[in-house]
């Protein structure tokens, strides 16, 4: 499938600030379920683009910086990307970080008793890969997704108590039970093309890899119920959604922050 991306980050401050870095993450992955047929990233005011690079993690990042007086700026992504379906098996990705380094938990993954209360739900005699498979049903069953419902500082404790939220904190809950059932998990940050199937989601998306031991990273989407396929385009992972986020940056003086953002995903006709 033939994935085509716009995607624009706006950012305005109520004073300007004099300068400013950002970390991008906004080049898609390497492996070999996609593979980027053009890509370009642009920015609205003069700066420099630093050459990319890729992390521990395998993530690919890119700076961009200014010296210049800054009041709005426009971060702006396109491309296309070749997608193939490999039943949410993460094939031919180098990366250097051992798997068990996510079995770490943050302050939005935390579990508390609620969260283990669920995890323990899960047969503790089933293969990791059949774990997996469970949890991300019953987090769907016990999780409603409301647009609007959480914001970017709510955990998963938060979650698993209002039983309501978005992408995010569908994958905040599963690195939680999973991370509790002693499965590495981390938080991917990506693209979805929209379909009549799948919940009434915006094209940018979270979901959760768990790490099974024969078959590697494997992603689990327990806000559609299924595992990723060539509707999903990956960007990078983490941690959590603050870890895994395409974009951080800090400025020279500080003012306050105003972010908007367009996306649009659409399959192109080959």
Known sequence: MRLSILHSTSYTYDEPVNGLIQSLKLIPSIHEGQKIIEWDIKSSIKGIFGSSYKDGSGDIVQTFSTEEKV?????????????????????????????DVYLRNTKLTKPNSEIIKLSKMINPNFEDLLKAHKLSDLIAEKIEYITGSSTIHQSASDIVKSKKGVCQDFSHLMISCSTYLNIPARYVTGYLVNSENLSEIESTHAWTEIFMKD????????????????????????????????IRGVTRNPSLENLDYKIEVRREQQ
């Open 215 to 246: 078959l590697g990273w494997v992603g689990f989407d327990p806000t559609n119920k299924c595992c990723t396929d060539d509707r999903y385009i990956r960007l990078c992972s983490g941690l959590d959604s603050i870890s895994a986020s395409p």
């Open 71 to 99: 009041k709005t700026l426009d971060i702006i992504t396109k491309g296309i990307v070749e997608t193939n379906n490999q039943y949410g098996i993460l094939k031919d990705y180098k990366e250097e970080i051992n798997p």
